[in-house]
């Protein structure tokens, strides 16, 4: 059973950036699409970035340009490099293996932006 542990989340100001890294064991990811997703405080979670087993990405409309997923296979890991961050970006960061409804997620890396 695949197993996701994310990290690089922390206290930023506005303006700066983080990476984020998803670390999967247990199987392998290289043919599975994966994503980072956000969920704040009173809010649904949403998704943040996907990006398909063969390199095609997606991205919700609040962070194209600021935000990019990327993936390496060999290190069974998923990226997510966040520039440009604003106080609105404030949530727990979650890495989602395949689907929401059947996927496997991790447990989750707060990332805070103070203005």
């Known amino acids: 059973q695949v197993q996701l542990v994310e990290s690089g989340g922390g206290l930023v100001q506005a303006g700066g950036s983080l990476r984020l890294s998803c670390v999967a064991s247990g199987s392998s990811i290289s043919f599975n699409t994966m994503g980072w997703y956000r969920q704040a405080p009173g809010k649904q979670r949403e998704m943040v970035a996907t990006i398909s087993s063969g390199g095609s990405t997606n991205y919700v409309e609040s962070v194209k340009g600021r935000f990019t997923i990327s993936r390496d296979n060999a290190k069974n890991t998923v990226y997510l490099q966040m520039n440009s961050l604003k106080p609105e970006d404030t949530a727990v960061y979650y890495c989602?293996?395949?689907?929401?409804?059947?996927?496997?997620w991790g447990q989750g890396t707060q990332v805070t932006v103070s203005s």
């Open positions: 989602l293996r395949g689907s929401r409804a059947f996927g496997s």
